[in-house]
């Protein structure tokens, strides 16, 4: 692991419950052109998880036997075998349907530190996401990441205003009652962001609400 993005996590967040890496050390280096953002850690099982602090999550991801690792695969979310809950599955769909490995796909969140859901987030999160984003700066920067795939509107307007990619390119709607829209901007530099619904609530296994291939699309034509 780059030792910069260990310096980049928030000092004053390291003994918070939470999470920044969610793929293994491979994912962090070379040449990545994703980056998938959620907007923070979350989960039921909050009190059983305090232990795991931010300095405990990154010690433990950043091992040797961790380097091909992913969150969204190889781990037991919601009781169940690793990979089998609903948002992880949905992941790694777009990532299969974009040809890219899981476990090479580098993967965090806006905010770091885990919370019930977002509205125990709501009153700290403009000052969270300040204070984590040049960690993220820094991994687009660096890892020369060509576009951003943000899980839900308030990562996505957070992540679209800060790389000042105010253009939208294209959109898809789905083809269901709700009509839920993923949106794709572009900044001056053609740096894509991507804001899609989000996979713990829209269903990207059912074509009818599948962001999937239009995400491809534009992936591919970079």
């Known amino acids: ?17 939470g999470s920044v890496f969610y793929t293994g050390k491979s994912a962090w280096n070379g040449n990545r052109s ?10 039921d ?25 992913s969150e969204y695969k190889d781990e037991i979310w919601e009781g169940k075998t690793p990979g089998s809950a609903p948002h992880q ?14 476990r090479e796909v580098p993967a965090s969140n806006i905010v770091f530190k885990r ?7 709501d009153k700290e999160f403009i000052y969270l996401a300040k204070l984590c984003w040049p960690f993220h700066e820094y991994v687009i920067r660096n890892l020369g990441v060509k576009m951003v795939v943000c899980l839900g509107r308030r990562a996505g307007n957070f992540v679209k205003n800060k790389l000042e990619a105010h ?27 991507v804001i899609a619904t989000h996979p713990s609530r829209a269903n990207w ?16 034509s970079i």
């Open 89 to 102: 599955k949905r992941i790694v769909h777009l990532l299969n349907t974009l040809e890219l490995d899981p």
């Open 34 to 43: 994703l980056y998938i953002l959620g907007l923070n850690p979350g989960g």
């Open 115 to 121: 919370t019930r859901g977002q509205k125990e987030l």
């Open 45 to 69: 099982n909050i009190e059983r998880q305090r232990y795991q602090t931010l300095e405990y999550h990154t010690t433990k991801t950043n091992i040797p036997k961790k380097a091909n690792w």
């Open 167 to 193: 253009k939208c390119i294209d959109f898809y709607e789905e083809q269901n009652n709700r009509k839920w829209k993923s949106s794709i901007f572009t900044n001056e530099n053609g740096l894509k962001v």
């Open 205 to 220: 296994l059912n074509p009818e609400s599948d962001p999937s291939p239009i995400i491809k699309k534009h992936l591919d």
């Open 1 to 17: 692991m780059d030792s910069k993005l260990i310096e980049l996590i928030p000092t004053e967040l390291l003994n918070t419950s």
